[in-house]
Nanobody
Framework: QVQLVESGGGQVQAGGSLRLSCAAS????????MAWFRRTPGKEREFIAGINWSGGNTNYADSVRGRFITTRDDAKNMGTLQMNSLKPEDTATYYC?????????????????WGQGTQVTVSS
């Protein structure tokens, strides 16, 4: 089992930045992929960004590419999502998730472990 806890959410004005963190505990010794998703009421979870265990492969949704950056520090069992140039449409609950393997998949169903989510609100 892997436990994930997100932090760093909050409220920011459009154009601002936030940094989300995801702390992993439990069976974190196996290589895997850490990804970020977001969800707004009435919608499915949306893949935002992901990074594989070595950090050598990242993937981003078109909606955030160039604005968001994901990193991870396996020695600290931590992942981060740096969000810049935030827009009101980025308002959502953000989740980190982990899956085994090396492929940064976009489908939520492929991720075994999820955090509880952290709210990000961007005002215009």
């Amino acid at each position: 089992q892997v436990q994930l806890v997100e932090s760093g959410g909050g409220q920011v004005q459009a154009g601002g930045s936030l940094r989300l963190s995801c702390a992993a505990s439990g069976r974190t010794s196996s290589p895997g992929v850490m990804a970020w998703f977001r969800r707004t009421p009435g919608k499915e979870r949306e893949f935002i960004a992901g990074i594989n265990w070595s950090g050598g492969n990242t993937n981003y949704a078109d909606s955030v590419r160039g604005r968001f950056i994901t990193t991870r520090d396996d020695a600290k069992n931590m992942g981060t999502l740096q969000m810049n140039s935030l827009k009101p449409e980025d308002t959502a609950t953000y989740y980190c998730a982990v899956r085994q393997g090396r492929v940064v998949a976009a489908a939520p169903s492929l991720y075994e472990y999820w955090g509880q989510g952290t709210q990000v609100t961007v005002s215009s």
